[in-house]
């Protein structure tokens, strides 16, 4: 539900019917539309059946919707995600006890802000290849940061994921004594653009003992 009517990608009139707020007053629904979203990553989807509700202080997106088209929602550490076929489609921020839609309403060609700013910590951090808390407070004192006041960076989802070692593989044991004892072979294909010579596969074959390679297109 929305009050900005100027959101709407299409939009009609021809509805009816109320929305009960928390208060219990009622909210009359002035029209229904869709609305199209850029998203935490950058894709953009659009979200249908939007109510436009005038008297409306807030946008709210309700997630008994999402429950009833089959999407799961899980919160962890201030993340609100939305998953669908193991994607997540949607991502909300922690805000004052509230989640936040992590991505902005996209009207024509114009991205507008959907109210979830930045902080200019947040903003350096992200500005400066994901620099350490301590280092933007280094780089504060040192008045290098455009006189910004550096305060608690939160956590960056980033950071965890470009931190993480891959798992470690043990040593192969070479089990075989001669060549062509045992082989490794891969078929590739099929490829949308033909080689030269109009191929669309390649077999490769790998003697284990000698490591040579063969290829045949």
Not at 110 to 136: P, Y
Not at 147 to 165: N, S, T, Y
Request: one cysteine or more; glycine letters at 10%.
């Amino acid at each position: 539900m929305t009050p900005n009517i100027s959101w709407f990608e299409q939009f009609s009139d021809q509805v009816d019917g109320l929305v009960l707020l928390g208060d219990n007053k009622p909210c009359k629904i002035e029209g229904i539309g869709s609305i199209r979203f850029k998203f935490h990553d950058r894709a953009e989807r659009i979200l249908t059946e939007v109510r436009y509700v005038p008297e409306l202080k807030k946008k709210l997106i309700s997630l008994g919707e999402f429950d009833k088209r089959g999407y799961v929602f899980k919160g962890e550490k201030g993340i609100l995600n939305i998953v669908k076929d193991s994607m997540v489609v949607m991502r909300g921020i922690m805000e004052n006890g509230l989640y936040s839609v992590d991505g902005e309403v996209v009207i024509g060609f114009a991205a507008t802000a959907t109210g979830r700013v930045l902080s200019k910590t947040k903003l350096w951090h992200m500005r400066l290849g994901h620099v350490s808390e301590k280092g933007l407070i280094e780089l504060a004192k040192q008045e290098v940061l455009c006189g910004d006041r550096m305060e608690r960076l939160k956590f960056c989802e980033h950071c965890v994921c470009g931190k993480a070692c891959r798992a470690k593989f043990n040593a192969g044991q070479q089990r075989t004594k001669g060549t062509l004892d045992y082989v490794h072979a891969d078929l590739w294909g099929q490829t949308k653009t033909p080689s030269h010579s109009g191929a669309r596969y390649f077999l490769s074959i790998v003697d284990d003992y000698k490591r040579k390679l063969w290829i045949y297109i």
